[in-house]
């Protein structure tokens, strides 16, 4: 996930750029068109691959895609299932199919599973995105302090977080990210 103060040269496409907050940030995993399932999975634009994909290594991440594709991604981040276009229903079930097709993979963990489902989720036409907030990494540490409580659960509902000023008129998307970039703002 990315945090950028404005948006950079070239930012377009559905669903890859989130609205500005009250605090003038935009939240976005992605910035650029990534056009390439190998650029979705390594998260990489112009050979650059993001912070959180840089941490598992272009090794792991070279296996991640060739699972991927072996598992009926082609190379446009569009799924076939038996040589038939598999256009997927909603956000969980594209996250499903790629959890069940990577999880086996030793380093991968639901941080990279969610960040290369809402990178390829962004690029199917029409664009799927989360419509719950998913709750890994930072993102729990953030929504824990946010709702003065333990969570447990593996996904929350945006109404979840209707009692927090900062977090109002923010889709999924957009609280996942600002939970798991801000989780130190929250006592």
Do not use: W
């Amino acid at each position: 996930m990315t945090c950028k103060q404005k948006h950079p040269p070239g930012c377009s496409g559905p669903g890859n750029c989130c609205s500005p907050h009250q605090s003038g940030y935009t939240y976005s995993v992605n910035h650029a068109p990534l056009r390439t399932l190998h650029d979705q999975v390594f998260g990489s634009t112009e050979g650059r691959i993001f912070s959180h994909q840089r941490r598992l290594g272009a090794k792991l991440l070279e296996k991640v895609y060739e699972h991927l594709k072996n598992a009926g991604f082609d190379e446009s981040g569009k799924f076939h299932k038996n040589g038939i276009r598999h256009t997927f229903g909603d956000f969980d079930e594209l996250h499903s199919e790629i959890e069940k097709n990577i999880r086996s993979i030793n380093r991968v963990g639901d941080l990279a599973i969610y960040d290369i489902s809402v990178r390829i989720g962004q690029h199917q036409i029409p664009p799927i995105l989360p419509h719950q907030v998913y709750i890994h990494a930072g993102t729990k540490t953030g929504a824990e302090k946010a709702l003065k409580r333990p969570i447990n659960q593996e996904q929350l509902p945006v109404s979840a977080f209707a009692d927090i000023p900062a977090l109002n008129g923010m889709n999924a998307l957009e609280i996942e990210d600002y939970l798991c970039i801000n989780k130190d703002l929250f006592e």
